[in-house]
């Protein structure tokens, strides 16, 4: 079976840097996604972890630990637009399972 | 190229119609899923058509709810005799091959009401 735990809401103001955390428990997990999600839209992918690390993007990072079942969302030098919900996402089978999101407010 | 494209964007039936949702991937996706999202809430895993295979059926949430994908293009999602709780975003999504490194590429869903 599979768990996720995020974070239901954060806030931050503009500048500032958040991390939004990942816990989950899947069997034949391998890897995690995560996805942004403005309201009213759809969700719009900002990596994947195949490995173990930090994988960086710009202003977002994203790091994973599988033996600990865990990983992050990083996101730096915050602004306003980045106001959205956050959701991670493992692989399981051949699809994926979300988690129930994280709502960023960034204040000004 | 265009995006995912999904029809209608929003739909509001009467408790016990049936309803079609059409969706329309990125051209040369083979992979297509289906996902449910209610208010506030994460993502519903419902189907996922890879190619030629057999879908994956999974996630559907009752036998009243079924998919199709003709050409391993276009799909359909029909739901039938609707219930209040059926009320939801129905996103489509498609990526290239359907392995864990491709992107999903998300429509803008169609938003069901059912009265």
């Known amino acids: 079976g599979q768990s996720l735990e995020q974070p239901s809401e954060v806030t931050a103001v503009e500048g500032a840097i958040v991390q939004i955390n990942c816990t989950y428990q899947?069997?034949?997990?391998?890897?995690l996604s995560w996805y942004q999600q403005h309201d009213g839209g759809a969700p719009t992918f900002l990596s994947y972890?195949?490995?173990?690390g930090l994988e960086e993007t710009g202003r977002f990072s994203s790091f994973l630990s599988r033996s600990d079942s865990y990983g992050y969302l990083l996101l730096q030098e915050l602004q306003m637009k980045d106001s959205a919900s956050y959701f991670c996402?493992?692989?399981?089978?051949?699809?994926?399972?979300f988690g129930p999101g994280t709502r960023l407010s960034v204040l000004p | 190229g265009a995006g995912v494209s999904q029809s209608p964007s929003n739909k509001v039936t009467e408790k016990g119609k049936d309803v079609e949702l059409r969706c329309d991937p990125i051209?040369?996706?083979?992979?297509l899923y289906w996902y449910r999202q209610s208010l506030g809430q994460g993502l519903e895993f419902l189907i996922y058509?890879?190619?030629?295979?057999?879908?994956?059926k999974s996630g559907l949430p009752s036998d009243r709810f079924s998919a199709e994908r003709t050409g391993g293009s276009v799909s359909t999602l029909t739901i039938q005799r609707t219930q209040q709780e059926d009320s939801a975003v129905y996103l489509c999504?498609?990526?290239?091959?359907?392995?864990?490194?491709?992107?999903?590429?998300f429509g803008p869903g169609t938003r069901l009401t059912v009265l």
């Open positions: 999504a498609s990526s290239l091959s359907g392995t864990h490194t491709d992107t999903q590429y």
């Open positions: 899947t069997s034949g997990f391998y890897g």
């Open positions: 972890n195949a490995l173990d």
């Open positions: 996402a493992p692989p399981y089978g051949q699809n994926f399972v």
């Open positions: 051209s040369g996706h083979t992979a």
């Open positions: 058509f890879q190619g030629n295979s057999a879908p994956d």
